[in-house]
């Protein structure tokens, strides 16, 4: 089973500022990597999939990179509604498909 | 637009059984695999069970392998998961989610609002 493995865990960041997310695979997975965001009492949703494709609707200030088993997401500038928990998950080596343990964007 | 609505989760002893439904609509529901995504309270997403578009394919996390069926209605538009020996660990909101594509082994591009399932005497 490929082990996702997110840092940091918390990330503090002030609204307007750059927040920059990583997760790391046990084991290769190519770009078959997604990001999802969940808001408190919301459900997950889609950011990125494909290592960098943005799902519709998600604003070009969410960008995502990396291959392989390091990845990255980066929020160029926070805004308030940013402020969630990010979710990585690999489906190379499926089953099953691995989520991250989290990290949670504070406001600082 | 894209709707997935849960429902039939609940409270249940240990050792219980329950059936949770999706209901799909906004989609070609054949066309797409679907899965289950469980989320226990304060913690992370963890996979439970997907099913290929066709419903030829079903594959299940180790933690509910034996005890979870999941099955698809095309008639219906609806997807199920039968959950059988119900353990305490099993508690948690339980997502339906969409994957992009028809094999069942992709990113999940939408979310249902998740139906709860309390397993507690």
């Known amino acids: 089973e490929v082990v996702m493995t997110q840092s940091p865990a918390t990330l503090s960041v002030s609204p307007g500022e750059r927040a920059t997310l990583s997760c790391r695979a046990s084991?290769?997975?190519?770009?078959?990597l997604a990001w999802y965001h969940q808001k408190p009492g919301q459900a997950p949703r889609l950011l990125i999939y494909g290592a960098s494709t943005r799902a519709t609707g998600i604003p070009a200030r969410f960008s995502g990179s990396g291959s392989g088993t390091e990845f990255t997401l980066t929020i160029s500038s926070l805004q308030s509604e940013d402020f969630a928990v990010y979710y990585c998950?690999?489906?190379?080596?499926?089953?099953?498909?691995?989520f991250g343990q989290g990290t949670k964007v504070e406001i600082k | 637009e894209v709707q997935l609505l849960e429902s039939g989760g609940g409270l249940v002893q240990p050792g219980g059984s329950l059936r949770l439904s999706c209901a799909a609509s906004?989609?070609?529901?054949?066309?797409?695999?679907m899965s289950w995504v469980r989320q226990a309270p304060g913690k992370g997403l963890e996979w439970v069970s997907t099913?290929?578009?066709?419903?030829?394919?079903?594959y299940y996390a180790d933690s509910v392998k034996g005890r979870f069926t999941i099955s698809r209605d095309h008639s219906k538009n609806t997807l199920f998961l039968q959950m059988n020996s119900l353990r305490a660990e099993d508690t948690a909101l339980y997502y339906c989610?969409?994957?992009?594509?028809?094999?069942?082994?992709?990113?999940?591009?939408?979310w249902g609002q998740g139906t709860l399932v309390t397993v507690s005497s």
């Open positions: 998950q690999q489906y190379n080596k499926w089953p099953p498909g691995t």
């Open positions: 906004g989609i070609t529901f054949s066309s797409y695999g």
């Open positions: 099913i290929s578009g066709s419903g030829a394919n079903t």
């Open positions: 989610a969409k994957i992009s594509d028809g094999t069942g082994y992709s990113h999940f591009d939408y």
């Open positions: 084991q290769s997975v190519s770009i078959d």
